[in-house]
């Protein structure tokens, strides 16, 4: 797509615009704070011409077990706790969505969780409306028990999915 995913750095966030003043704000006012603090990461696409063109943030987090269906805990130990990542923020400038962006970050997720020493059992994401909710539920999202706008999506059934698709595209 011409566009490469790295660690927000100094890169320019002024003229960032996704739509939802509450994501810009952060975007342009906060986030770098949050870094400094190591409460959050930040990720960005940068388009070929070097705009920022979307951004989420990344952090850990616990899934409680009693949120995941009987079915699915039952194969888990009983820990009440299960180890995550948590995508806190979530967005796409509106001059670049509709074009794979939102879906490719959240795969640039999936790989650095993976990667991560301490283990990952899920990304979690705290969906801020119906539409976020469906966009998760898409990408293979469930909701958690308790809380219908919190996904999650285990990191093994996420890795085996995208290495199917990686093999029906050879
Ligand atoms: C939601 C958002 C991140 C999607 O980003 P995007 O780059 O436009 O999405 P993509 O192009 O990667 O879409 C991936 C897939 O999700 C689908 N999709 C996108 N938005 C959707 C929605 N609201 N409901 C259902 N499916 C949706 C697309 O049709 C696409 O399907 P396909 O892979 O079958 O073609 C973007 O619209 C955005 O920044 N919105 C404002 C902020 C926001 O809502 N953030 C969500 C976290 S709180």
């Known amino acids: 797509m011409g566009f490469r995913i790295e660690p927000l750095a100094a890169h320019g966030r002024a003229a960032f615009a996704c739509g939802v003043p509450a994501l810009d704000r952060y975007f342009r006012e906060i986030v770098t704070q949050d870094i400094r603090r190591r409460v959050s990461n930040c990720f960005i696409a940068l388009s070929a011409e070097g705009t920022v063109a979307a951004y989420y943030t990344l952090a850990a987090t616990s899934l409680p077990i009693t949120d995941l269906p009987a079915e699915d805990a039952v194969k888990l130990p009983r820990y009440p706790l299960l180890p995550a990542g948590l995508i806190g923020r979530l967005a796409v400038d509106d001059r670049f969505k509709g074009q794979g962006l939102g879906s490719a970050l959240i795969v640039d997720a999936i790989g650095r969780v993976a ?30 028990i308790s809380h219908p706008m919190k996904l999650y999506l285990p990191v093994a059934a996420a890795l085996k999915r995208l290495a199917s698709q990686a093999q029906s595209l050879k």
């Open 115 to 144: 990667r991560a020493d301490p283990a990952v059992f899920a990304l979690v994401v705290d969906a801020k409306d119906e539409a976020a909710v469906r966009f998760y539920q898409h990408l293979g999202f469930q909701s958690f």
